[in-house]
């Protein structure tokens, strides 16, 4: 394997993921990040042209079609970025012997399994959302090429939307939060999953071979319900400075899933078994809590007086 700086070609760049990853992946080599108004994901032909264009020998597809409850009235839009972009991007690498690094979800999973859910577990997603990234995951497969697919639950970052941000907000506009409590899984870093992207490629590059389709988990230690992940979230920011007059944790109350009705049903189990990843590329995945407390240090920097 050549030992040259590979050529690295991002996708979703401006994305929680995505913004990470700029950082992650610059030691590797030459980095190229594409944003929405560089390449439109629902444009094939755009992108197979950039692909074809800037010849990488690396593609990360950090892009998605990521607003749950919407994806159920618009099925096109999530297929055509979760499912065809990602196949598209797929059959470009081929033809280049690139490999492409994409990330899927928990919710390829029905959620009905009562222990964490390994890569070869059956799926059954429950939501449009859930049916459009397993098909992304099944299109690259289909091509055969190589290609790295990191599945992931729960991502939070200090960029871009997320839980953390929506408890906060809720929480300083003194809204009840009323927190569904029997849905659980891994909440993720954004930092942590471009960090591992980075360390799995850079053994990639030192020649720990993927010669086809892999698959594997990645998610943080610990895993925890909505409603603990909001008391975490409380519980740390009532240590960092810039954060006031918010409730306590047990001000959060507890609810159930039915008592939360949304447009796409959610599987009750994310919990994600890791294994396979650690044991492969000599990790061993940490908790998200630091991560969280850096991002509410990050958050309270930025904006002294809000967030």
Known sequence: MSRTPPRVL?????GQVGWQLQRALSPLGTVTALDRRACDLTDLA???????????????????????DRAESEPDAARAINAEAPGAMAEAARALGALLVHYSTDYVFDGSKSTPYVETDATGPLSVYGRSKLEGERAIAAVGGRSLILR???????????????????????????IVDDQVGAPTPAALISDVTGQILAATHRGRAIDGPRLYHLAAANPVSWRGFAQEILRLAATVP???????????????????????RRPANSRLDCRRLEQDFDLDL??????????????????????
């Open 152 to 178: 992931t639950s729960w991502v939070f970052g200090a960029r871009g939307h997320n839980f953390v941000k929506t408890v906060l907000r809720l929480a300083r506009e003194g809204k009840t939060l009323r």
């Open 242 to 264: 810039g954060f006031d007059a918010l409730p306590p944790p047990e001000a959060v109350a507890a609810i159930a899933t039915a008592d939360y009705p949304t447009p796409a």
């Open 46 to 68: 755009a992108v197979r042209h950039q692909i074809a264009t800037l010849a990488p020998e690396i593609i990360v597809n950090a892009a998605a079609y990521t607003a749950v």
């Open 286 to 307: 940490p908790d998200w809590r630091p991560f969280l407390h850096r991002m509410l240090q990050l958050l309270a920097l930025k904006n002294a007086n809000g967030y």
């Open 10 to 14: 991002l996708f979703g760049a401006e």
